[in-house]
């Protein structure tokens, strides 16, 4: 059984900081791509960032892309989202997101339970 675990929310200031982590677990053969989505209260879940097994990265706009980084180890089937110069419109909960090749032999997509990240002063 594959999961995907986060790690790294909190309250954090405006223009502050913040790292969240997510690692793959369980029986699978390889993670092509990853991603974070977040949701904030009252909205849509939207996409924040992807990453390929290779590095190729996307951002949701040039808002993120100037302040978020999204990166992975693949050697620990872990992505990374590091977060700066965070604004309150950043408060959300944070999902990952993994497209996995598992042991049924295709590509499933898998979801974290979800960090809460709070931006206030």
């Known amino acids: 059984q594959v999961q995907l675990v986060e790690s790294g929310g909190g309250s954090v200031q405006p223009g502050g900081s913040l790292r969240l982590s997510c690692a793959a677990s369980?029986?699978?053969?390889?993670?092509?791509?990853m991603a974070w989505y977040r949701q904030a209260l009252g909205k849509q879940r939207e996409l924040v960032a992807t990453?390929?097994?290779?590095?190729?990265?996307?951002y949701r706009d040039s808002s993120v892309k100037d302040r978020f980084t999204i990166s992975r180890d693949n050697a620990k089937n872990t992505v990374y989202l590091q977060m700066n110069d965070v604004k309150a419109e950043d408060t959300a909960v944070y999902y990952c997101?993994?497209?996995?090749?598992?042991?049924?032999?295709?590509?499933?997509?898998?979801w974290g339970k979800g960090t809460l990240v709070t931006v206030s002063s």
């Open positions: 997101n993994a497209g996995i090749l598992d042991t049924t032999l295709r590509v499933t997509d898998y």
């Open positions: 369980g029986s699978f053969f390889s993670v092509p791509n």
């Open positions: 990453i390929s097994s290779g590095g190729s990265t996307r």
